[in-house]
């Protein structure tokens, strides 16, 4: 019998179960995928000339196994241990309604190879559903959230500049990992330009300056070398597998369980309580059961409504925590692949030393200090601008000997790229369901996901490529690629919303404090815990929320509340 039962050891997995642990309870993470060693399972330390098809995957295999994960940017060779093969894991869409479903699983999840920008909502995002009406009221404003983003910023590290803009909140930033010169200039040139609009270097959650908390869990400074999907050594970006779960795990407190695939959740029709866990061994495919005084769901946005959905019942018949019907519902990610990239002529004629681990970020102005063309909302970019280098010399022309070493030292021209991040608005037609006839190799149902982009959207997207390609040639930059549709939704990597807070029970799943209304020992702060998007990346707002439902979680205990 545990005193908190945390499913999945992910993002906000791994900053509950710290946080729990913390507080004197004792946690046991379940983790369906298999077990990573922090620093032995990585692939960081392989050299170009070690790496097998130049870090491409073979087609046929491509095809056969990753045809949705090999989509993801950071799919490669030395990152395919990192993503399922979407052979052995399949779910369904409707014809003509593609969803692109990028996971990781094993221990740390998708923490391992994020993004790493790390951004706040605002106060303009907590308000935005009550203001226009789109999606379900928040129950918390930016004020509830602040100390809990200070918290996990100190706690995580995140690099940054401070800006006071009301639509990006500054937080507890280490020194920002500075443009280079021709960013310099195309900030220069944004900003004289587009008097309402920001240029800044991109806020992310890699250690500019460890401290010393950091090194206590044997983190150090960021090595600038940008392999970072790879999983880093030196734990110089935040993951469960670096930070949080070693944090937990010097407490003595916490028990970890992987290849533990959550089945569902029981539900005690007396009490009204959750009491414990179904799991099946994802190896031997046995069942067990696991008890806990309180459960929290961190297994991310579609795997928690599937495990919602498939905990049914005579007292749940559409799945526990869902007397609204709205476990499911709300899908969303945000606008992605709107891109455009041009080269920039007439480029400073310097270079810069190694790969710092972020770029440029535009904040959102369109709706803030510029009107948006008959769409609420709005968007932020990023991006960069790099000297293209010895690969684009070296890989896919003809050459060898002095005359191929003589073109790899040569810099090329500079490149700009930006590419826009756009808000997807809460919708209940865009959801979450379980296959009525087909189940995976261990008898769980599949979801089906059902997700379109709306008219908001659309209008939204040609507003984006249309900026891009202003600020890019306002800076001199002569245009070579630019986007014309948004992706398929999922490849954001930022689904959101299937059990969201609110206010009203019958239009929500959970409360202020990310418990279920209908089940108050069930607490969910995973990314389906979102009423509404943002333009921001949404990672360290998942763990301000879980760091926040732990603390109250522990609280209540202690009170005898739940």
């Known amino acids: 019998m545990f005193d908190v039962i945390v499913i999945g050891s992910g993002m906000s997995g791994g900053i509950a179960a710290k946080e729990l642990c913390e507080r004197g309870l004792k946690t046991l993470v379940l983790e369906r995928g298999r077990k990573l060693e922090h620093g032995g399972s990585y692939t960081d330390w392989m050299q170009p000339w070690e790496i097998p098809n130049a870090n491409m995957i073979p087609e046929d295999e491509l095809s056969r196994d990753y045809p949705i994960q090999g989509k993801c940017y950071a799919m490669n060779e030395t990152t395919r241990q990192y993503w399922v093969k979407d052979s052995e894991h399949p779910y369904s869409t409707p014809e003509g309604k593609p969803f692109a479903w990028i996971r990781g699983y094993h221990l740390g999840g998708r923490s391992i190879m994020w993004g790493r920008q790390s951004y706040r909502l605002s106060e303009m995002d907590f308000e935005a559903n009550a203001k226009d009406g789109h999606g379900s009221d928040w129950p918390i404003r930016y004020a509830d959230l602040a100390p809990w983003y200070d918290h996990v910023e100190k706690f995580i590290g995140v690099a940054g500049s401070r800006e006071g803009l009301p639509q990006l909140p500054d937080g507890e930033f280490l020194p920002e990992f500075g443009l280079n010169d021709a960013e310099l200039l195309f900030k220069q040139a944004i900003e004289s330009k587009f008097p309402g609009r920001k240029v800044i270097s991109g806020r992310c959650a890699n250690l500019s300056e460890a401290q010393p908390h950091h090194q206590e869990l044997g983190r150090s400074s960021c090595q600038n070398r940008s392999f970072c999907e790879r999983g880093c050594t030196y734990g110089a970006y935040h993951s469960s597998l670096s930070s949080s779960l070693p944090a937990a795990e010097r407490t003595g407190n916490l028990t970890i369980v992987t290849d533990a695939i959550v089945h569902s959740i029981i539900h005690d029709p007396k009490t009204g309580r959750a009491t414990g866990v179904r799991v099946i061994d994802s190896n031997t495919r046995e069942g067990r059961t696991y008890e806990a005084r309180v459960i929290f769901g961190c297994a991310s946005t579609i795997a928690t409504a599937q495990i919602l959905l498939n905990s049914k019942s005579e007292a749940n018949p559409r799945g526990l925590a869902n007397s609204s019907d709205m476990v499911g519902r709300n899908l969303m990610d945000h606008l992605y692949a709107l891109s455009t990239a041009g080269v920039l002529t007439g480029g400073p004629n310097t270079t810069y030393h190694g790969r710092r681990p972020t770029g440029l970020y535009i904040p959102r102005f369109r709706n803030v200090t510029e009107p948006g063309d008959g769409f609420v909302r709005g968007y932020g970019y990023q991006g960069g601008v790099s000297r293209m280098g010895w690969r684009t010399a070296a890989l896919g022309q003809p ?164």
């Open 399 to 562: 050459g060898v000997g002095a005359m191929l070493k003589e073109r790899t030292r040569k810099p090329g021209p500079w490149m700009i790229y930006i590419g826009g991040f756009g808000e997807m608005l809460p919708n209940p037609a865009n959801r979450v369901t379980l296959h009525p006839t087909r189940t995976d190799k261990w008898g769980v149902p599949i979801v089906h996901i059902e997700c379109e982009i709306g008219e908001n959207e659309h209008k939204m997207a040609k507003q984006i490529v249309a900026d891009g390609k202003a600020m890019v040639e306002a800076a001199g930059g002569h245009v070579m690629m630019s986007a014309s549709t948004p992706g398929t939704p999922g490849l954001g990597i930022h689904e959101m919303g299937t059990a969201c807070m609110g206010k009203d029970p019958t239009k929500s799943v959970l409360n202020k404090y990310n418990q279920a209304h209908d089940v108050p020992n069930l607490f969910i702060t995973d990314g389906s815990a979102m009423a509404s998007s943002g333009c921001q990346n949404p990672s360290l707002t998942y763990m301000a929320l879980s760091a926040r439902a732990a603390d109250h979680a522990a609280q209540f205990l202690k009170e005898g509340k739940i």
